[in-house]
């Protein structure tokens, strides 16, 4: 939204508005913008969810996967986790073929991984980047 439109929804000035947006992004409150795609029109409808297991927790172990992990370009998060496995990523793909390729070119040749569980998500119920403040 605009300034102005944000300055009228919070009631304040356009000014007092701007310095205070201006005042959250210097203090790393605001730490980008982003433009929302829409992955089904851009033939990117699958979303698969890899549990994955490594062979130890070593400081080397876990950072030599997420160095590696942080150059598939489908990957669009990954997350260390507690529980069963140790990370969870968010995969993105045309469809499951795709997603093998995915699999067979980048995910495999992760270091340390013993062990890989993928979860299709069949549809989204709901989906939100907005913070509950």
């Given at each position: 939204m605009t300034n102005a439109e944000l300055s009228e929804q919070v009631n304040l000035s356009a000014s007092a508005c701007y310095r205070r947006v201006q005042r959250l992004e210097t203090d790393g409150y605001i730490r980008d913008y982003v433009a929302l795609l829409d992955a089904r029109r851009l033939g990117r409808p699958t979303t698969v969810f890899v549990e994955i297991t490594l062979?130890?927790?070593?400081?080397?172990?876990?950072?030599?996967?997420?160095?590696?992990v942080r150059k598939i370009p489908d990957v669009l998060e990954c997350h260390l986790m507690a529980g069963s496995a140790d990370y969870l990523l968010k995969v993105v793909a045309e469809d499951t073929e795709d997603f093998a390729r995915i699999h067979r070119a980048y995910?495999?040749?992760?270091?340390?991984?013993?062990?890989?569980?993928?979860?299709?998500?069949?549809?989204?119920?709901?989906?939100?980047?907005?913070?509950?403040?």
């Open positions: 062979s130890g927790q070593a400081d080397e172990v876990l950072d030599a996967f997420e160095r590696e995910l495999a040749r992760l270091p340390g991984v013993a062990q890989m569980q993928s979860s299709f998500a069949l549809r989204t119920v709901f989906k939100t980047t907005a913070l509950p403040i």
